[in-house]
């Protein structure tokens, strides 16, 4: 940054072209921050010419797409043609799904792919080096700007008689191997941290390229510093600039690791410590799975990421002081799973000078407005623990003072041939009738009940007076029967026939409250069940999944 200074007598698009190549050539966003700050603070004391103004307008945008960066490689497909191209968006997308991909006719270019209807159109993206652009077209330092310039502003991709194609949909590229030391779109700064913190001498990890779309980097530490290898991809062929070509990734890598390769320095550069990542793109989850299955008991993956977490010191961005007050430690089922303070459930009506009268472990869970995919869901949820014998009271009284309508229960009373107890009941017999709540003062009947061999249905009467006159509601109360312990429904379709049944029922409710979920804990399968209604819920979010409507339609 020293070498850029204002000063009145410099032409302002020399000073434009001399901050434009710096901001884009910053490697991270913080850094970017900083250069569009001191870019918009040079030009205050002067009048912003056209040129400039527009120029600092998009590098605004281009700060804002930064943001947004963790999601730019879906779209990438470093190794299909046009024909695989089509295959892809007619058999896995929808109307203004998309990907991009390396030309095959113009080495170094690319070619944008777009479903529109039943057919794809293919768009050519210029790569000078310098810039990419589609010809003719606004000019963009990567192609992460590029694409997600022409999804936010729909009206700017049009063909030659003026219709538009719009960017609606990332389709999911798969990744090149399941192996868990590849780490996807992450940068050289990226890597060099999370080897240095991670990481030992002779550890390394394998990631895309930002610089060059479709390679890839080999960055290895060694010598407390972190080194970074090209990996060129021509033809599905791997090299690292010379010598042997490998078939995959994995070849290559393992061939590394038995054969060390030479820098021109003379180094000698070991891959000894694979550096595995828990992230996974969703389309390349089978592999994954796969993969963390290998060996038996203590040496499968799945055994070793779940000792790491255990290691991991637990720290928390939010504090949960009520749950561990002495006085509510008898409330909780685990001493380690707490409601955060500042979206417990609060219960109001209990004694004053009774510490802990207002606790129950359960959370306020709604949709936040910065999740634009989520936008126009207005359900609540309350995810809860199973009760346990003395807050029985004090969950009924959580869904009087809630007005919740819908109750969901995702585990049996009882599991595991009645080694485990996941909660007690909390409902009377069908016909009978308990005094519940804070005082007693809520009378609690069950009127109805349906069992199927996946769920029961009970539907609940809770009345209480209120201002000397008796006041009635209806419950209704979910069931799901046929989740094993440790384990998955056999058939996922029972879980989203389920809460199609649920959301159906609530469909008719003119008063809308939030439901209460829960299972044992409060948190494994009552945050499974609350993610798959979101997405039910959301057509948008159902256009998003890489697999589309196919994966909320399993049978």
């Known amino acids: 940054m020293n070498d850029v200074q204002f000063n009145s007598t410099v032409h302002h698009d020399d000073m434009l072209s001399k901050m434009h190549r710096i901001f884009c050539s910053s490697p991270t966003l913080a850094l970017r921050c900083h250069i569009l700050k001191v870019y918009q603070a040079g030009f205050q004391s002067t009048e ?3 040129t400039v103004s527009a120029s600092l307008k998009k590098l605004a945008t281009f700060l804002e797409i930064d943001r947004k960066r963790q999601t730019w490689d879906i779209w990438f497909h470093p190794g299909i043609s046009g024909i695989e191209a089509e295959q892809l968006l007619i058999e896995r997308g929808f109307d203004g799904s998309f990907l991009v991909r390396p030309s095959r006719s113009t080495h170094g270019d690319f070619t944008l792919s777009v479903r529109r209807g039943n057919k794809v159109t293919h768009i050519k993206i210029q790569n000078t080096g310098e810039y990419y652009a589609l010809y003719g077209g606004e000019k963009f ?9 022409y999804m936010e502003n729909k009206e700017q991709l049009r063909e030659k008689n003026g219709d538009m194609i719009i960017l609606k949909y990332p389709l999911n590229a798969v990744d090149p191997t399941a192996e868990r030391w590849f780490h996807g779109y992450i940068s050289g700064r990226e890597a060099e ?6 990481g030992r001498n002779g550890s390394f990890l394998v990631r895309e390229s930002q610089s060059t779309p479709g390679d890839y980097a ?3 530490r060694q010598d407390n ?3 970074h290898v090209m990996i060129r991809c021509k033809d599905n062929r791997y090299d690292v600039g010379g010598g042997d070509e490998f078939s995959s990734l994995k070849d290559l890598v393992e061939h590394y690791r038995r054969s060390p390769m030479v820098e021109t320095s003379g180094s000698v550069v070991h891959l000894k410590h694979p550096l595995n990542t828990t992230k996974i793109n969703p389309t390349s989850i089978d592999g994954r799975v796969k993969k963390l299955q290998e060996g ?3 040496t499968s993956g799945f055994w070793e990421e779940f000792e790491q977490l255990q290691q991991q010191e637990c720290t928390h961005m939010f504090s949960r002081n009520e749950g561990q007050r ?3 430690r008898m409330k909780n089922r685990y001493k380690n799973i707490l409601p955060f303070d500042h979206t417990r459930i609060i219960l109001r009506g209990g004694d004053p000078n009774k510490i802990g009268s207002d606790y129950i472990n359960a959370n306020l869970i709604e949709v936040l407005p910065e999740f634009e995919i989520f936008d126009g869901i207005t359900r609540k949820y309350i995810s809860t623990q199973g009760c346990l014998n003395n807050t029985i009271d004090d969950f009924w009284q959580m869904v009087w003072q809630e007005h919740s309508r819908i109750i969901v229960m995702t585990t049996k009373e009882i599991e595991r041939g009645k080694i485990q107890t996941k909660c007690v009941r909390y409902w009377p017999e069908e016909g009978q009738s308990w005094n519940t709540g804070f005082n007693k003062e809520i009378c609690l009947s069950l009127l109805i009940e349906r069992m199927t061999p996946d769920f029961a249905i009970r539907t609940l009467r809770l009345q209480k007076i209120v201002n000397d006159e008796a006041e009635s509601r209806l419950v209704y109360h979910y069931q799901f029967l046929a989740w094993p312990d440790h384990g998955v429904p056999p058939n996922p379709g029972t879980v989203v026939n389920f809460l199609e049944e649920i959301n159906q029922l609530e469909s008719g409710m003119t008063d809308k409250r939030p439901l209460i979920v829960h299972c044992s804990a409060g948190i494994g399968r009552t945050g499974t069940f609350i993610a798959i209604d979101l997405i039910l819920c959301n057509e948008n979010l159902r256009h998003y999944h890489p697999m589309g409507k196919r994966f909320l339609t399993t049978s």
């Open 48 to 50: 912003l010419t056209p």
């Open 141 to 149: 330092a990567s192609l992460s700007e590029l694409v997600q310039f």
């Open 193 to 198: 941290q999370i080897l240095m913190e991670q």
């Open 218 to 220: 080999l960055s290895v």
């Open 225 to 227: 510093q972190v080194t």
């Open 296 to 298: 038996k008991d203590q």
């Open 326 to 328: 002495p006085e509510n």
